[in-house]
């Protein structure tokens, strides 16, 4: 009998060893699925690990490792979990979950199901197990059934979303067949994680068309990888604005960009609407408004390349006769080539009526062409600061050596000019700047 006894209680613990099996938790159960390894690390950042250890039951539609990584691949700001606000990724998480257990044989045809953050998933069973979300995203359940203690799990192999990801300025290019030279070309810079920044940002962006007459405008350019990164960088910038300014924004003005210039100011790109809108003097928009999450985009014609100041003058038609005076071709002073040299330079740039005045002066004037080239050459010099990028901000009260002679700043009306034959000159425009120097203009020639 002891030993019958002692026999029966060894199978009877037998038995039971054989049949209690403990089961996991959802989180502890995905940790052992080498598979579901960044579903894993997806919930711990969103600290959704704990919510789903409580009793449950819980459904969890749990997406591949490789389901995570189509949704970084579709969007080209996300490289890692890490990219990933933190509140998108529990609401893309919480879509998964259902706050019921529902195995596989549960589910009917065109089902709806509510999710843990309210959105629906519609079930179809046509041809095997399906899930569509919302955003018409459609996922095959690969494996079906797995239990744990608090719930069920069905692996799948999209990542659901409820609503569609919001583009930002390089989705939408990278979207765009006809920018395709301008991914690209940010590629090459570096710069496609800037774009992807909270901004907001305005992007003018070339076409691949403007692109390939960038190209063919230099023989020593057949693509992208010919010209100098430093050079492609800088000409990328100067398209960018880091504020959001649509097409209804626009005014005859001058906008910083993000390019820069001496001391590391802001490159000035010049908009026109008046006649036509153009930017930087000769580039017309194709399409506008085109709206992204951090800006907004402007397809335009042509490639901007960063102006000098002889080439910001020449771009505005309210400096036309100072270009005239400037390219006068009774000089002995090559000022286009001293202008367009690398300075840098501070010039305060009369504009066409302060011209007009000073022919007024005098009854024998009526063009340029009649002011003596020597007093032409005189004036002209007397309006280039050299060695010098002088921001408004940066002017102060006292004398200032020009190239034909000393002029006195004086800031206590105003920006105004007091020069040595005893002219006071108002300071009308300021900080226009360029890739080798800044201009202010001023409303009266400055006479030494």
Same mark, same amino acid.
């Given at each position: 009998?002891?030993?019958?006894?002692?026999?029966?209680?060894?199978?009877?613990?037998?038995?039971?060893?054989?049949?209690?099996?403990?089961?996991?938790?959802?989180?502890?159960?995905?940790?052992?699925?080498?598979?579901?390894?960044?579903?894993?690390?997806?919930?711990?950042?969103?600290? @959704?690990?704990?919510?789903?250890?409580?009793?449950?039951?819980?459904?969890?539609? /749990?997406?591949?490792?490789?389901?995570?990584?189509?949704?970084?691949?579709?969007?080209?700001?996300?490289?890692?979990?890490?990219?990933?606000?933190?509140?998108?990724?529990?609401?893309?998480?919480?879509?998964?979950?259902?706050?019921?257990?529902?195995?596989?044989?549960?589910?009917?045809?065109?089902?709806?199901?509510?999710?843990?953050?309210?959105?629906?998933?519609?079930?179809?069973?046509?041809?095997?197990?399906?899930?569509?979300?919302?955003?018409?995203?459609?996922?095959?359940?690969?494996? $079906?059934?797995?239990?744990?203690?608090?719930?069920?799990?069905?692996?799948?192999?999209?990542?659901?979303?409820?609503?569609?990801?919001?583009?930002?300025?390089?989705?939408?290019?990278?979207?765009?067949?006809?920018?395709?030279?301008?991914?690209?070309?940010?590629?090459?810079?570096?710069?496609?994680?800037?774009?992807?920044?909270?901004?907001?940002?305005?992007?003018? /962006?070339?076409?691949?068309?403007?692109?390939?007459?960038?190209?063919?405008?230099?023989?020593?350019?057949?693509?992208?990888?010919?010209?100098?990164?430093?050079?492609?960088?800088?000409?990328?910038?100067?398209?960018?604005?880091?504020?959001?300014?649509?097409?209804?924004?626009?005014?005859?003005?001058?906008?910083?960009?993000?390019?820069?210039?001496?001391?590391?100011?802001?490159?000035?790109?010049?908009?026109?609407?008046?006649?036509?809108?153009?930017?930087?003097?000769?580039?017309?928009?194709?399409?506008?408004?085109?709206?992204?999450?951090?800006?907004?985009?402007?397809?335009?014609?042509?490639?901007?390349?960063?102006?000098?100041?002889?080439?910001?003058?020449?771009?505005?038609?309210?400096?036309?006769?100072?270009?005239? /005076?400037?390219?006068?071709?009774?000089?002995?002073?090559?000022?286009? /080539?001293? @202008?367009?040299?690398?300075?840098?330079?501070?010039?305060?740039?009369?504009?066409?009526?302060?011209?007009?005045?000073?022919?007024?002066?005098?009854?024998?004037?009526?063009?340029?062409?009649?002011?003596?080239?020597?007093? @032409?050459?005189?004036?002209?010099?007397?309006?280039?600061?050299?060695? $010098?990028?002088?921001?408004?901000?940066?002017?102060?009260?006292?004398?200032?050596?020009?190239?034909?002679?000393?002029?006195?700043?004086?800031?206590?009306?105003?920006?105004?000019?007091?020069?040595?034959?005893?002219?006071?000159?108002?300071?009308?425009?300021?900080?226009?700047?360029?890739?080798?120097?800044?201009?202010?203009?001023?409303?009266?020639?400055?006479?030494?």
């Amino acid at each position: 009998m002891t030993l019958f006894v002692s026999c029966a209680l060894l199978t009877s613990c037998d038995d039971d060893e054989d049949t209690i099996v403990k089961v996991d938790d959802i989180p502890t159960l995905a940790s052992k699925n080498a598979d579901l390894s960044t579903l894993v690390s997806a919930l711990q950042k969103a600290d @959704l690990v704990t919510a789903l250890q409580a009793d449950g039951p819980f459904t969890v539609f /749990a997406p591949s490792n490789t389901a995570f990584q189509k949704l970084l691949d579709s969007k080209a700001a996300w490289n890692s979990l890490d990219d990933i606000p933190v509140a998108t990724l529990e609401a893309v998480l919480k879509y998964h979950v259902v706050t019921s257990q529902a195995l596989s044989t549960d589910l009917s045809d065109n089902q709806e199901i509510t999710t843990l953050g309210g959105g629906k998933l519609t079930v179809d069973l046509t041809n095997g197990v399906k899930i569509e979300s919302t955003s018409y995203v459609t996922a095959t359940v690969t494996t $079906a059934d797995v239990k744990a203690s608090n719930g069920v799990v069905h692996v799948i192999d999209e990542v659901l979303l409820m609503d569609d990801l919001p583009k930002d300025i390089t989705d939408l290019a990278i979207g765009t067949d006809n920018l395709s030279t301008l991914v690209a070309a940010l590629k090459k810079a570096d710069l496609v994680s800037a774009l992807q920044a909270d901004g907001p940002f305005t992007v003018f /962006a070339p076409t691949n068309d403007a692109f390939q007459a960038l190209l063919d405008s230099n023989s020593d350019w057949n693509s992208l990888d010919d010209i100098p990164v430093e050079t492609l960088t800088q000409v990328l910038l100067f398209h960018v604005l880091d504020q959001k300014v649509l097409s209804t924004d626009l005014t005859d003005t001058y906008v910083n960009t993000l390019a820069k210039g001496p001391n590391d100011e802001p490159l000035s790109l010049q908009v026109e609407v008046t006649g036509g809108v153009q930017f930087n003097g000769d580039s017309a928009p194709i399409d506008v408004n085109i709206l992204g999450s951090n800006g907004v985009v402007h397809t335009i014609d042509k490639v901007m390349l960063p102006p000098n100041v002889v080439t910001i003058a020449s771009n505005n038609s309210a400096f036309s006769s100072l270009v005239a /005076a400037l390219t006068d071709s009774r000089h002995t002073t090559d000022f286009v /080539a001293l @202008l367009t040299g690398d300075g840098p330079y501070t010039i305060f740039a009369p504009t066409n009526d302060a011209f007009q005045a000073l022919l007024d002066s005098d009854p024998s004037w009526n063009t340029i062409a009649d002011i003596p080239i020597g007093t @032409l050459d005189a004036v002209l010099k007397y309006h280039v600061v050299g060695s $010098a990028n002088v921001q408004a901000d940066q002017l102060a009260n006292g004398d200032v050596t020009t190239l034909g002679g000393t002029i006195t700043i004086d800031l206590t009306s105003g920006a105004q000019i007091q020069t040595s034959s005893m002219q006071t000159v108002n300071i009308v425009i300021t900080d226009v700047q360029g890739s080798n120097g800044v201009i202010h203009a001023v409303d009266k020639v400055l006479l030494p």
